[in-house]
Protein backbone atom coordinates (compact mmCIF):
# COMPACT_ATOMS: atom_id res chain seq x y z
CA UNK A 1 0.00 0.00 0.00
CA UNK A 2 0.79 3.83 -0.38
CA UNK A 3 2.19 4.99 2.82
CA UNK A 4 3.12 8.58 3.62
CA UNK A 5 5.48 10.73 5.70
CA UNK A 6 5.31 13.72 4.34
CA UNK A 7 5.28 17.55 4.39
CA UNK A 8 2.23 19.53 5.15
CA UNK A 9 1.24 23.35 5.19
CA UNK A 10 -2.44 24.97 5.07
CA UNK A 11 -2.50 28.64 5.19
CA UNK A 12 -5.78 30.84 5.81
CA UNK A 13 -5.43 34.61 5.12
CA UNK A 14 -8.05 36.80 6.56
CA UNK A 15 -7.42 39.83 4.84
CA UNK A 16 -8.40 37.62 1.21
CA UNK A 17 -5.19 37.47 0.13
CA UNK A 18 -3.67 35.41 -2.11
CA UNK A 19 -1.56 32.63 -0.19
CA UNK A 20 -0.23 30.60 -2.85
CA UNK A 21 2.82 31.91 -3.38
CA UNK A 22 3.30 31.47 0.38
CA UNK A 23 1.96 27.70 0.21
CA UNK A 24 4.54 27.18 -2.97
CA UNK A 25 7.40 28.93 -0.89
CA UNK A 26 6.31 26.90 2.61
CA UNK A 27 6.63 23.74 0.60
CA UNK A 28 10.16 24.34 -1.07
CA UNK A 29 11.13 25.08 2.50
CA UNK A 30 9.53 21.42 3.80
CA UNK A 31 11.24 19.83 1.00
CA UNK A 32 13.40 17.76 3.53
CA UNK A 33 10.50 16.15 4.36
CA UNK A 34 9.59 14.79 0.93
CA UNK A 35 11.21 14.57 -2.64
CA UNK A 36 9.09 12.86 -5.06
CA UNK A 37 6.37 14.75 -5.65
CA UNK A 38 4.36 17.42 -4.40
CA UNK A 39 0.86 19.82 -5.11
CA UNK A 40 -1.78 22.38 -3.87
CA UNK A 41 -5.70 22.39 -3.04
CA UNK A 42 -7.90 25.26 -3.21
CA UNK A 43 -11.73 25.10 -2.33
CA UNK A 44 -13.88 24.28 -5.58
CA UNK A 45 -10.60 23.05 -7.68
CA UNK A 46 -9.23 19.91 -8.28
CA UNK A 47 -5.56 19.67 -6.77
CA UNK A 48 -2.53 20.44 -9.03
CA UNK A 49 0.33 18.10 -8.37
CA UNK A 50 3.56 17.74 -9.99
CA UNK A 51 6.41 15.02 -9.39
CA UNK A 52 10.11 16.10 -8.12
CA UNK A 53 11.11 19.02 -6.19
CA UNK A 54 8.85 21.87 -6.20
CA UNK A 55 11.57 24.13 -6.76
CA UNK A 56 11.97 22.37 -10.67
CA UNK A 57 8.45 23.80 -11.66
CA UNK A 58 9.90 27.75 -10.98
CA UNK A 59 8.96 28.58 -14.52
CA UNK A 60 5.62 27.79 -13.69
CA UNK A 61 5.27 29.70 -10.21
CA UNK A 62 3.63 32.86 -11.77
CA UNK A 63 0.80 30.31 -13.71
CA UNK A 64 0.00 28.53 -10.88
CA UNK A 65 -0.50 31.72 -8.33
CA UNK A 66 -2.91 33.19 -11.07
CA UNK A 67 -4.69 30.01 -11.77
CA UNK A 68 -4.84 28.93 -8.04
CA UNK A 69 -5.52 32.06 -6.65
CA UNK A 70 -7.34 31.61 -3.46
CA UNK A 71 -7.15 32.56 0.72
CA UNK A 72 -7.64 29.36 1.47
CA UNK A 73 -4.99 26.49 0.62
CA UNK A 74 -3.07 23.58 1.92
CA UNK A 75 -0.08 22.42 -0.08
CA UNK A 76 2.03 18.45 0.47
CA UNK A 77 5.52 17.55 -0.39
CA UNK A 78 5.45 13.59 -0.67
CA UNK A 79 7.96 11.00 0.52
CA UNK A 80 6.86 7.65 0.25
CA UNK A 81 7.51 4.50 2.74
CA UNK A 82 5.67 2.08 -0.28
CA UNK A 83 4.20 2.73 -3.74
CA UNK A 84 4.93 4.03 -6.75
CA UNK A 85 6.35 7.97 -7.48
CA UNK A 86 3.17 8.75 -9.83
CA UNK A 87 0.53 11.84 -9.89
CA UNK A 88 -1.96 9.35 -8.88
CA UNK A 89 -0.40 8.97 -5.52
CA UNK A 90 0.85 12.66 -5.30
CA UNK A 91 -1.21 14.88 -3.00
CA UNK A 92 -3.22 16.58 -2.06
CA UNK A 93 -6.11 14.12 -3.03
CA UNK A 94 -10.27 15.97 -2.94
CA UNK A 95 -13.31 13.68 -2.13
CA UNK A 96 -16.47 15.22 -2.36
CA UNK A 97 -16.12 18.50 -1.08
CA UNK A 98 -13.16 18.02 1.16
CA UNK A 99 -9.39 18.05 -0.06
CA UNK A 100 -6.84 16.63 2.34
CA UNK A 101 -3.06 16.38 2.30
CA UNK A 102 -1.36 13.52 5.19
CA UNK A 103 1.70 13.31 6.54
CA UNK A 104 2.02 9.85 8.39
CA UNK A 105 1.01 6.00 8.05
CA UNK A 106 -2.37 4.48 8.37
CA UNK A 107 -1.08 0.76 9.31
CA UNK A 108 -4.35 -0.84 8.90
CA UNK A 109 -5.90 -0.21 6.15
CA UNK A 110 -6.89 -2.96 4.86
CA UNK A 111 -9.13 -3.13 7.92
CA UNK A 112 -10.72 0.49 7.16
CA UNK A 113 -11.06 -0.44 3.27
CA UNK A 114 -13.32 -2.47 4.20
CA UNK A 115 -15.33 0.03 5.99
CA UNK A 116 -15.54 2.67 3.18
CA UNK A 117 -18.07 1.66 0.47
CA UNK A 118 -16.75 1.42 -3.15
CA UNK A 119 -12.92 1.43 -2.29
CA UNK A 120 -11.46 -2.14 -3.94
CA UNK A 121 -8.41 -2.61 -2.00
CA UNK A 122 -5.45 -2.72 -4.04
CA UNK A 123 -1.56 -3.31 -2.38
CA UNK A 124 0.32 -1.62 -5.08
CA UNK A 125 -2.06 1.29 -5.92
CA UNK A 126 -4.30 2.23 -3.06
CA UNK A 127 -3.26 5.26 -0.85
CA UNK A 128 -4.13 4.96 2.88
CA UNK A 129 -4.68 8.66 2.84
CA UNK A 130 -7.09 8.23 0.05
CA UNK A 131 -8.91 5.30 2.30
CA UNK A 132 -9.15 7.96 5.09
CA UNK A 133 -10.24 10.76 3.16
CA UNK A 134 -13.31 8.69 2.00
CA UNK A 135 -14.23 7.09 5.43
CA UNK A 136 -13.66 10.50 6.84
CA UNK A 137 -15.75 12.00 4.64
CA UNK A 138 -18.51 8.69 5.09
CA UNK A 139 -18.42 9.97 8.27
CA UNK A 140 -18.70 13.26 8.33
CA UNK A 141 -22.38 12.79 6.12
CA UNK A 142 -23.56 10.54 9.38
CA UNK A 143 -22.27 12.90 11.80
CA UNK A 144 -22.14 16.47 10.68
CA UNK A 145 -18.86 18.13 11.80
CA UNK A 146 -15.11 16.82 10.73
CA UNK A 147 -14.35 17.27 14.49
CA UNK A 148 -17.18 14.26 15.44
CA UNK A 149 -15.80 12.47 12.62
CA UNK A 150 -12.35 12.67 13.81
CA UNK A 151 -13.03 11.39 17.24
CA UNK A 152 -14.54 8.20 15.33
CA UNK A 153 -12.15 7.96 12.66
CA UNK A 154 -8.50 7.74 15.58
CA UNK A 155 -10.72 5.00 17.09
CA UNK A 156 -10.62 2.43 13.87
CA UNK A 157 -7.33 3.81 12.31
CA UNK A 158 -3.86 2.41 13.81
CA UNK A 159 -0.98 4.77 13.05
CA UNK A 160 0.28 8.69 12.61
CA UNK A 161 -1.61 11.28 11.11
CA UNK A 162 -1.01 15.11 10.62
CA UNK A 163 -4.28 15.97 7.98
CA UNK A 164 -4.41 19.18 6.51
CA UNK A 165 -7.90 19.83 4.74
CA UNK A 166 -9.48 22.70 3.11
CA UNK A 167 -13.15 22.21 2.06
CA UNK A 168 -15.33 24.06 -0.50
CA UNK A 169 -17.04 26.48 1.70
CA UNK A 170 -13.16 28.31 2.16
CA UNK A 171 -12.02 26.97 5.54
CA UNK A 172 -8.62 25.44 6.22
CA UNK A 173 -8.02 22.52 9.04
CA UNK A 174 -5.53 20.90 10.76
CA UNK A 175 -5.45 17.93 12.82
CA UNK A 176 -2.69 16.05 14.92
CA UNK A 177 -3.33 12.48 15.85
CA UNK A 178 -3.79 11.83 19.34
CA UNK A 179 -0.36 10.79 20.26
CA UNK A 180 1.77 13.56 18.76
CA UNK A 181 3.88 10.73 16.37
CA UNK A 182 4.35 13.50 14.01
CA UNK A 183 5.08 17.31 14.54
CA UNK A 184 2.50 20.17 13.34
CA UNK A 185 2.84 23.83 14.45
CA UNK A 186 0.67 27.06 14.01
CA UNK A 187 2.07 30.35 12.85
CA UNK A 188 0.58 33.43 12.03
CA UNK A 189 1.59 36.32 9.29
CA UNK A 190 1.09 39.91 10.37
CA UNK A 191 0.76 41.62 7.29
CA UNK A 192 -1.62 39.80 5.49
CA UNK A 193 -3.60 38.62 8.85
CA UNK A 194 -2.83 34.88 7.58
CA UNK A 195 -2.79 31.92 10.15
CA UNK A 196 -0.81 28.75 8.84
CA UNK A 197 -0.59 25.56 9.73
CA UNK A 198 2.74 23.31 9.24
CA UNK A 199 4.72 20.19 10.04
CA UNK A 200 7.48 22.23 10.98
CA UNK A 201 8.43 25.79 11.98
CA UNK A 202 10.59 26.16 9.60
CA UNK A 203 7.97 26.58 7.02
CA UNK A 204 6.64 29.88 8.91
CA UNK A 205 9.98 31.43 8.56
CA UNK A 206 10.26 30.94 5.38
CA UNK A 207 7.40 32.99 4.60
CA UNK A 208 7.80 35.86 7.47
CA UNK A 209 5.36 34.24 9.88
CA UNK A 210 5.61 33.84 13.51
CA UNK A 211 5.27 30.36 15.43
CA UNK A 212 2.84 31.05 17.79
CA UNK A 213 2.56 27.16 19.16
CA UNK A 214 2.49 23.47 18.52
CA UNK A 215 -0.78 21.89 17.43
CA UNK A 216 -1.36 19.73 20.64
CA UNK A 217 -1.89 15.98 19.99
CA UNK A 218 -5.62 15.38 19.41
CA UNK A 219 -6.40 18.83 18.35
CA UNK A 220 -8.19 19.63 15.31
CA UNK A 221 -7.80 23.35 14.58
CA UNK A 222 -10.28 25.31 12.10
CA UNK A 223 -9.42 28.64 10.00
CA UNK A 224 -11.82 30.59 8.51
CA UNK A 225 -13.42 33.94 8.26
CA UNK A 226 -14.07 33.35 11.84
CA UNK A 227 -10.73 33.25 12.80
CA UNK A 228 -8.76 30.61 14.43
CA UNK A 229 -11.13 28.26 16.01
CA UNK A 230 -9.67 24.98 18.20
CA UNK A 231 -11.48 21.54 20.00
CA UNK A 232 -9.62 18.42 21.08
CA UNK A 233 -11.14 15.68 19.38
CA UNK A 234 -9.05 12.73 21.45
CA UNK A 235 -7.41 13.01 24.83
CA UNK A 236 -4.25 11.26 25.70
CA UNK A 237 -1.81 11.73 28.88
CA UNK A 238 0.78 10.58 27.03
CA UNK A 239 1.89 11.26 23.61
CA UNK A 240 4.79 9.21 22.13
CA UNK A 241 6.86 11.89 19.86
CA UNK A 242 9.44 10.60 16.88
CA UNK A 243 12.77 10.37 18.00
CA UNK A 244 13.70 10.01 14.69
CA UNK A 245 12.43 13.42 14.23
CA UNK A 246 15.15 15.48 16.19
CA UNK A 247 17.85 13.36 15.19
CA UNK A 248 17.67 13.07 11.45
CA UNK A 249 13.98 14.10 9.90
CA UNK A 250 12.94 17.23 10.99
CA UNK A 251 14.81 20.80 9.97
CA UNK A 252 17.82 21.93 11.93
CA UNK A 253 15.94 25.39 12.03
CA UNK A 254 12.80 24.26 13.31
CA UNK A 255 11.63 24.14 16.59
CA UNK A 256 9.88 21.04 17.88
CA UNK A 257 7.99 20.56 21.29
CA UNK A 258 9.52 23.58 22.57
CA UNK A 259 13.66 22.42 21.37
CA UNK A 260 15.25 23.61 18.48
CA UNK A 261 16.26 21.22 16.54
CA UNK A 262 19.86 21.92 15.96
CA UNK A 263 20.45 22.58 19.69
CA UNK A 264 18.80 19.51 20.50
CA UNK A 265 21.58 17.77 17.85
CA UNK A 266 24.16 19.19 19.25
CA UNK A 267 23.22 18.55 22.66
CA UNK A 268 22.89 14.71 21.38
CA UNK A 269 26.91 14.54 20.42
CA UNK A 270 27.63 16.06 23.36
CA UNK A 271 26.07 13.25 25.64
CA UNK A 272 27.26 10.74 22.95
CA UNK A 273 30.68 11.84 23.90
CA UNK A 274 30.24 11.18 27.08
CA UNK A 275 28.74 7.37 26.73
CA UNK A 276 31.83 7.35 23.84
CA UNK A 277 35.14 9.46 24.65
CA UNK A 278 37.18 7.57 22.18
CA UNK A 279 40.17 9.91 23.05
CA UNK A 280 42.73 8.72 20.67
CA UNK A 281 40.99 10.34 17.87
CA UNK A 282 43.08 12.64 15.55
CA UNK A 283 39.84 14.29 14.07
CA UNK A 284 36.10 14.12 14.35
CA UNK A 285 33.96 14.60 11.34
CA UNK A 286 30.22 14.71 10.17
CA UNK A 287 28.13 12.65 7.58
CA UNK A 288 26.42 15.59 5.45
CA UNK A 289 24.29 16.98 6.22
CA UNK A 290 21.81 16.45 9.22
CA UNK A 291 24.66 14.83 11.01
CA UNK A 292 26.44 18.08 11.30
CA UNK A 293 25.60 19.67 14.54
CA UNK A 294 26.02 16.17 16.80
CA UNK A 295 29.33 16.22 15.31
CA UNK A 296 30.45 19.15 16.52
CA UNK A 297 28.96 18.96 19.79
CA UNK A 298 30.85 15.49 20.06
CA UNK A 299 34.18 17.63 19.00
CA UNK A 300 33.99 20.29 21.55
CA UNK A 301 32.75 17.86 24.22
CA UNK A 302 35.99 15.40 23.36
CA UNK A 303 38.61 18.45 22.64
CA UNK A 304 38.95 16.82 19.27
CA UNK A 305 39.07 18.63 15.85
CA UNK A 306 35.98 19.12 14.25
CA UNK A 307 36.28 18.77 10.18
CA UNK A 308 34.52 18.72 7.20
CA UNK A 309 36.11 15.20 5.77
CA UNK A 310 33.12 14.63 3.75
CA UNK A 311 31.05 16.90 1.06
CA UNK A 312 28.80 16.10 -0.94
CA UNK A 313 28.58 16.94 -4.96
CA UNK A 314 25.81 19.18 -5.26
CA UNK A 315 25.90 19.49 -8.81
CA UNK A 316 25.42 15.97 -9.57
CA UNK A 317 21.92 14.65 -10.77
CA UNK A 318 21.23 13.26 -7.01
CA UNK A 319 23.62 15.03 -4.93
CA UNK A 320 21.71 17.28 -2.98
CA UNK A 321 18.93 14.99 -2.25
CA UNK A 322 18.96 13.09 1.26
CA UNK A 323 19.20 8.98 0.62
CA UNK A 324 17.08 8.17 3.14
CA UNK A 325 13.98 9.26 1.68
CA UNK A 326 14.05 8.03 -1.83
CA UNK A 327 12.37 4.89 -2.39
CA UNK A 328 14.60 2.86 -4.23
CA UNK A 329 17.73 1.29 -3.09
CA UNK A 330 19.78 2.50 -6.36
CA UNK A 331 19.05 6.18 -6.02
CA UNK A 332 20.11 5.84 -2.89
CA UNK A 333 23.38 4.75 -3.96
CA UNK A 334 23.57 6.91 -6.60
CA UNK A 335 23.25 9.54 -3.82
CA UNK A 336 25.87 8.10 -1.72
CA UNK A 337 28.36 7.94 -4.47
CA UNK A 338 28.40 11.70 -4.75
CA UNK A 339 29.71 11.73 -0.58
CA UNK A 340 33.38 12.71 -1.61
CA UNK A 341 36.15 12.23 1.22
CA UNK A 342 38.77 15.20 1.22
CA UNK A 343 41.92 13.31 1.63
CA UNK A 344 44.19 15.91 2.92
CA UNK A 345 41.70 16.39 5.92
CA UNK A 346 41.54 12.20 6.56
CA UNK A 347 44.82 10.80 5.50
CA UNK A 348 46.46 8.88 8.29
CA UNK A 349 44.23 9.98 10.98
CA UNK A 350 41.95 8.17 13.47
CA UNK A 351 38.76 9.49 11.95
CA UNK A 352 35.33 9.17 14.52
CA UNK A 353 32.55 9.87 12.14
CA UNK A 354 29.64 10.96 13.68
CA UNK A 355 26.25 9.75 11.71
CA UNK A 356 22.39 10.73 12.35
CA UNK A 357 21.36 6.70 12.08
CA UNK A 358 22.21 3.64 10.98
CA UNK A 359 19.11 1.71 8.92
CA UNK A 360 20.40 -0.51 5.63
CA UNK A 361 23.53 0.18 6.17
CA UNK A 362 23.81 1.29 2.56
CA UNK A 363 25.78 5.11 3.44
CA UNK A 364 27.45 3.69 6.21
CA UNK A 365 29.61 1.00 3.63
CA UNK A 366 30.25 3.48 1.40
CA UNK A 367 31.25 6.23 3.62
CA UNK A 368 33.87 4.08 5.11
CA UNK A 369 35.21 2.37 1.50
CA UNK A 370 35.79 5.88 0.58
CA UNK A 371 37.89 6.90 3.94
CA UNK A 372 39.95 3.52 3.61
CA UNK A 373 40.69 4.89 -0.14
CA UNK A 374 41.17 8.64 1.37
CA UNK A 375 43.76 7.12 3.79
CA UNK A 376 42.22 6.83 6.97
CA UNK A 377 44.52 4.68 9.07
CA UNK A 378 41.35 3.61 11.94
CA UNK A 379 37.77 4.40 11.36
CA UNK A 380 35.12 4.86 14.62
CA UNK A 381 31.43 5.18 13.84
CA UNK A 382 28.99 6.72 16.29
CA UNK A 383 25.43 6.84 15.57
CA UNK A 384 23.02 9.35 17.19
CA UNK A 385 20.22 7.06 16.87
CA UNK A 386 19.43 3.94 18.98
CA UNK A 387 20.20 0.46 16.80
CA UNK A 388 17.11 0.56 14.44
CA UNK A 389 15.68 -3.40 14.71
CA UNK A 390 11.95 -3.29 14.01
CA UNK A 391 9.86 -2.23 11.42
CA UNK A 392 7.74 1.60 11.77
CA UNK A 393 4.01 1.68 11.56
CA UNK A 394 4.02 5.35 12.41
CA UNK A 395 5.09 6.73 8.75
CA UNK A 396 9.14 6.44 8.78
CA UNK A 397 10.49 4.29 5.90
CA UNK A 398 11.35 0.92 7.37
CA UNK A 399 8.50 -0.79 7.19
CA UNK A 400 10.27 -4.33 7.07
CA UNK A 401 12.82 -6.48 8.91
CA UNK A 402 14.97 -8.18 6.10
CA UNK A 403 16.17 -4.70 4.70
CA UNK A 404 17.37 -3.26 8.19
CA UNK A 405 21.08 -3.93 8.51
CA UNK A 406 20.79 -5.32 12.26
CA UNK A 407 18.47 -8.36 11.34
CA UNK A 408 19.66 -11.74 11.60
CA UNK A 409 17.09 -13.93 10.10
CA UNK A 410 17.87 -16.71 11.98
CA UNK A 411 14.77 -16.24 14.83
CA UNK A 412 17.54 -16.51 17.69
CA UNK A 413 17.74 -13.91 20.14
CA UNK A 414 20.66 -11.73 20.24
CA UNK A 415 22.25 -9.51 22.81
CA UNK A 416 22.57 -5.87 21.75
CA UNK A 417 26.54 -6.12 22.07
CA UNK A 418 26.47 -8.79 19.64
CA UNK A 419 23.42 -7.28 17.12
CA UNK A 420 26.43 -3.97 16.99
CA UNK A 421 29.20 -6.05 16.67
CA UNK A 422 27.63 -7.40 13.39
CA UNK A 423 26.46 -4.34 11.67
CA UNK A 424 30.50 -2.79 12.30
CA UNK A 425 31.91 -6.01 10.70
CA UNK A 426 29.08 -5.54 7.73
CA UNK A 427 29.97 -1.82 7.37
CA UNK A 428 33.80 -2.32 7.84
CA UNK A 429 34.22 -0.43 10.75
CA UNK A 430 36.79 -0.47 13.56
CA UNK A 431 34.54 0.63 16.34
CA UNK A 432 31.00 1.32 16.01
CA UNK A 433 28.73 2.69 18.73
CA UNK A 434 25.21 3.35 18.95
CA UNK A 435 23.38 5.59 21.03
CA UNK A 436 20.55 4.79 23.62
CA UNK A 437 16.77 5.92 23.95
CA UNK A 438 17.31 7.44 27.88
CA UNK A 439 21.00 9.10 26.61
CA UNK A 440 19.11 11.21 23.42
CA UNK A 441 16.15 11.65 25.14
CA UNK A 442 17.88 13.23 28.44
CA UNK A 443 19.74 15.37 25.18
CA UNK A 444 16.67 16.35 23.81
CA UNK A 445 15.03 17.96 27.16
CA UNK A 446 12.55 14.94 27.09
CA UNK A 447 11.17 12.17 28.94
CA UNK A 448 12.08 9.27 27.22
CA UNK A 449 8.51 7.93 27.86
CA UNK A 450 6.54 10.67 25.68
CA UNK A 451 9.36 9.47 22.97
CA UNK A 452 8.38 6.60 19.97
CA UNK A 453 11.41 4.61 20.47
CA UNK A 454 9.31 1.50 18.97
CA UNK A 455 11.66 0.89 15.85
CA UNK A 456 14.40 0.23 18.23
CA UNK A 457 12.37 -1.44 21.14
CA UNK A 458 10.33 -3.31 19.45
CA UNK A 459 7.53 -2.63 21.89
CA UNK A 460 3.95 -1.37 19.89
CA UNK A 461 1.77 -0.47 23.11
CA UNK A 462 1.81 3.10 21.74
CA UNK A 463 0.06 2.26 18.54
CA UNK A 464 -2.20 -0.39 20.14
CA UNK A 465 -0.77 -3.14 18.01
CA UNK A 466 1.03 -6.55 17.67
CA UNK A 467 2.62 -6.21 14.62
CA UNK A 468 2.68 -9.59 12.03
CA UNK A 469 6.26 -8.84 10.49
CA UNK A 470 6.04 -9.07 6.80
CA UNK A 471 8.46 -9.20 3.58
CA UNK A 472 8.97 -5.44 2.03
CA UNK A 473 8.49 -8.24 -0.89
CA UNK A 474 4.78 -9.32 0.44
CA UNK A 475 4.28 -5.74 1.81
CA UNK A 476 4.08 -4.27 -1.74
CA UNK A 477 2.35 -6.49 -2.79
CA UNK A 478 4.40 -8.32 -4.67
Known sequence: MVKENCGVVGIFSLDGANVIPMIIDSLRALQHRGQEAWGIAVPKKNPHKQLGLVSSAVSEFDKITREYASPAAIGHVRYSTIGKSNLENAQPLKVKDLCIAHNGT?????????????????????????????????LMSENGKLGSALSILKNEMVGSFCFTFVTDDNAVYAARDPMGFRPMVIGYRKDNNSYIVASESVALAAVGAQLVRDVKPGELVKISESGLESEIFSESKVPAHCSFEFTYFAHPSSIMEGSNIYMARKRIGQFLAKKFPINDADIVIPVPDSARPAALGYAQELGVPFEEGLLKDRYSRKGPLRSFIEPHQADRVEINRWIIPITQVINDKHVVVVDDSLVRGTSSKAIIKALRRAGARKISMVITFPPIRFPCYAGIDFPSQDELVTFMGDGREYTEGEVTERVRQIIGADFLGYNDAKNLAEAVGMDVNSMCFTCSSGNYSTLGIKPTFKSRAEIKGE
Open 106 to 138: ISNVEELAGMVGGCTFTPQNVSDTLVAAKRLVS
